[in-house]
């Protein structure tokens, strides 16, 4: 099974280009929702060590959000809960398509997790900040705040971009990135059939 991961700034395109590979894809931010809304033990640990901030009966993002915003240390209190319940449910993922040639992680901490090996194909998501910061102000609860913290909370770009084996500007044109996966997807198939 080949293993694409995909890296890149906060509003990207990191999930528009994922889908695009044609392949299983496992994004961790849908896995995240469904992991607020439905599991009971992670509900209770963050209840335990924000019970100022969750007041609701499923976890809320915007109550998690003005934790962050409240203390920056708080991101890495949610991070211990959650993170470790995602890792498992990547590995079920695996498991279910081993079957399957090729499949695509969208997972924002995929480096600093330490989620991925030197099997991996990383390939980094190259847009414009402008275009980053106009797409995020459309997203439901943004805050630049969060925005900031959640950045810092990651490695810098720079490194992103340098341990990728690929690059993909996003001009978020549906036509020129899907040029650009096939083209990749070649590249990776051909050095899988070569060795």
Request: aromatic share 8%; charged share 35%.
């Amino acid at each position: 099974m080949i293993k694409i991961g995909v890296l890149g700034d906060i509003g990207s395109g990191k999930s528009f280009i994922a889908k695009q590979f044609g392949c299983p894809v496992f994004d961790a931010d849908k896995e995240v929702n469904r992991i607020y809304k439905n599991d009971k033990s992670c509900y209770k640990k963050l209840k335990r060590i924000l019970p100022k901030f969750i007041k609701s009966k499923i976890i809320k993002k915007n109550e998690l959000g003005t934790a962050i915003k409240a203390n920056k240390k708080n991101l890495k209190k949610i991070s211990n809960v959650v993170h470790p319940i995602v890792r498992k449910k990547m590995y079920e993922f695996f498991k279910k398509n081993k079957n399957k040639k090729m499949v695509l992680l969208d997972i924002p901490l995929l480096v600093e997790n330490k989620l991925y090996d030197k099997k991996f194909h990383l390939v980094y998501i190259q847009s414009n900040r402008t275009e980053i910061n106009k797409r995020l102000k459309k997203r439901p609860f943004y805050n630049k705040k969060i925005i900031k913290n959640l950045r810092k909370s990651q490695k810098s770009l720079a490194y992103k971009k340098k341990i990728s084996n690929f690059i993909i500007k996003n001009d978020f044109k549906l036509l020129t990135v899907k040029k650009r996966i096939n083209v990749i997807k070649k590249i990776i198939l051909n050095e899988r059939n070569s060795s």
